[in-house]
């Protein structure tokens, strides 16, 4: 028996169930509104995370995965973890469902000696995915924090200038006291 081509014919029951446990971390509305997966413009949370599933499911299965591929598609996943403001163990939760996932489906199977070296391969490819799904969470997190700091030191700008204290914006990079000519020293 071939592992490999035993996953890929239940390949949609299985994402089907590692999707419907993705979406088990969402509040009950929202995970019933992304279950609506079908239109990726009415739904393109749901859409993204279900396509994106199918994507890593077909590389995790493989010996030799595609780094370029596992980046891709855990990127548009993790984006998305990042915003809702999931820890980050929860933002990765998502690939510790994949292993219980296949096991499952070769409990017939079991002891077959080409089956147990198939899912001990699959823990090599689940360690890279964890791996490359926490650099992505930090990645994206740390875009999130940048942007917000921009964003309350632009509206800071704005209020001391409404309020007279400060003439027009300063430069990219300048600090404050640089403009004013003042300094502690």
């Known amino acids: ?15 089907n169930k590692w ?19 079908a239109d990726p413009f009415a739904n393109p949370v749901g859409n993204t995370i279900y396509r994106c599933l199918n994507e890593l499911f077909d590389q995790v299965i ?9 980046r891709t598609a855990l990127d548009g996943i993790v984006r998305i973890q990042s915003l809702q403001e999931f820890m980050p163990s929860q933002a990765i939760d998502f690939i510790f ?10 409990r ?6 080409a089956v147990q070296k ?41 209020l001391l200038i409404k309020k007279g204290y400060m003439t027009e914006l300063p430069e990219l990079g300048k600090n404050l006291e640089d403009i004013t000519g003042e300094s502690d020293h």
């Open 1 to 15: 028996m071939d592992p490999q081509s035993l996953l890929s014919e239940k390949r949609k029951e299985i994402v």
């Open 108 to 113: 017939k199977h079991g002891k077959d000696q």
């Open 97 to 106: 469902i994949i292993k219980p996932t296949i096991s499952h489906s070769f």
């Open 62 to 70: 493989h010996k030799e995965m595609d780094p370029d591929a596992i």
């Open 118 to 158: 198939y899912l001990s391969a699959l823990d090599d490819n689940v360690e890279y995915l964890l791996k490359t799904a926490f650099d992505l969470y930090m990645e994206c997190r740390q875009k999130v924090f940048q942007l917000r700091a921009n964003h309350a030191r632009d509206r800071v700008n704005k």
């Open 19 to 37: 999707f419907d446990a993705v979406m088990a971390a969402y509040p009950e509305d929202g995970a019933r509104f992304f279950k609506q997966k």
